[in-house]
């Protein structure tokens, strides 16, 4: 067996799961533009490297639209949105919703969010342990989103079994309970829709709504796009950047020591985070839009094209010591929130959490150790996010 094939047999594994990074290395040395087979049965290219991933996240070449790709059959409920078009239809789409994203709105939301995380912790402050995902790290972001959007309380948990069931689906697990969740999300997306075409409120879905009364500027189908990607994106990268990040912490104590002494390098140390062990592993797919060669490599128009984010992230051409986990590093150029038109929007708001939620957690509970053996830790499968299920903690020494 050569090199190659072994990389191949490796990749997406549980072992690959649970620490990608060496195979990343073998990747980006050997063969950063790799042709392979990916778990759901799809033929594509995987590019590992740092140089060709920047490149390829920009390149117009690479459609993001799968219609163009596969055909209008190929799509569904969740995938007409910005985040799975191209231009001109990806500037309206994302002009709809970065209203919502502005930097003076999500500054304006920096005390409520800290009293988010707050109460969060005063709820587990009596006990001895906590599940860091559950009880927190989900809870905040979901709890933030849920707000923006006008989505009740009382079904935010709701949405965290149905954004798990989508993503599932995008990992090709579409069995019985992730369609009936799916089916579950879309019922409950079009009485929503209607309640607010009868009574608006401040929210962005009734600001989208309205929109599209006003006009065809959207869509049914792109409104279930566009609520799906702002659910799920909105808080599964935050929800993982606090566990990994967390986690980095856990194994590394001089850096969490560092970073409880001196609190205001948080912000370098948010960045480090999603660069050392960041929350998406992959990018959404790309297909070649045209017969075209990219660094040498002939790609046919059709073509699947993923970019390992978290490798880019860790080659030694861009980043110095690239697997060390250091808080006090310069800024860096990561790719953990993408490259060009399709930088995600929600950045901003998920460094705001991060950092107030793992500075409010070090200053609350200075003393919190994990419980167990970190390498006993459960990692969610797919090629989607990386963060594993459980953190389970003890709060105090």
Excluded at 356 to 361: E, G, Q, S, V, Y
Aim: glycine share 6%.
């Amino acid at each position: 067996m050569n090199v190659n094939e072994s990389l191949k047999n490796a990749l997406f594994t549980k072992e690959f799961t649970h620490n990608p990074y060496p195979v990343y290395e073998k990747l980006r040395q050997s063969d950063p533009i790799m042709n392979l087979q990916f778990p759901d049965g799809r033929h594509g290219w995987l590019i590992s490297s740092y140089a060709e991933a920047v490149e390829a996240l920009k390149d117009g070449r690479f459609s993001k639209d799968v219609t163009k790709a596969m055909g209008a059959e190929q799509t569904s409920v969740f995938s007409t949105n910005m985040l799975f078009s191209d231009p001109p239809d990806h500037k309206r789409l994302r002009g709809l919703v970065q209203k919502g994203f502005t930097p003076q709105r999500i500054a304006d939301m920096r005390s409520h969010i800290q009293e988010i995380a707050d109460n969060l912790l005063d709820a587990v402050s009596s006990k001895d342990t906590m599940n860091l995902i559950d009880e927190y790290a989900f809870k905040l972001p979901i709890i933030v989103i849920s707000e923006i959007l006008g989505v009740p309380a009382e079904d935010q948990d709701k949405f965290r079994v149905w954004s798990n069931s989508i993503i599932g689906a995008s990992n090709q697990e579409m069995n019985e309970q992730v369609v009936q969740h799916m089916n579950e999300f879309i019922d409950y997306l079009k009485d929503w829709f209607a309640k607010v075409r009868e009574l608006p409120g401040d929210d962005m879905i009734s600001q989208l709504v309205i929109a599209e009364n006003q006009g065809d500027r959207l869509s049914e189908q792109e409104l279930y796009g566009v609520v799906t990607l702002m659910i799920i994106a909105g808080h599964e990268t935050t929800v993982n950047l606090i566990g990994n990040g967390v986690l980095a912490l856990l194994e590394h104590p001089e850096q969490r020591k560092l970073l409880q002494e001196q609190p205001e390098r948080i912000h370098g140390a948010i960045e480090e985070m999603l660069r050392y062990n960041g929350p998406v592993e992959f990018s959404t797919s790309r297909w070649a839009a045209e017969d075209l060669e990219f660094h040498g490599v002939h790609m046919k128009k059709g073509d699947l094209v993923v970019i390992a984010l978290n490798s880019a992230n860790r080659d030694s051409a861009q980043f110095e010591d690239p697997d060390l986990f250091d808080i006090t590093r310069e800024k860096s150029q990561h790719l953990a929130f993408g490259k060009g038109i399709h930088l995600c929007l929600g950045a901003p708001l998920a460094r705001l959490e991060g950092e107030i939620a793992i500075n409010t957690l070090l200053r609350r509970f200075p003393d919190f150790e994990l419980q167990g053996n970190i390498d006993e830790l459960e990692w969610r499968p797919g090629m989607i996010v990386r963060g594993v299920k459980e953190i389970p903690i003890s709060l105090r020494s």
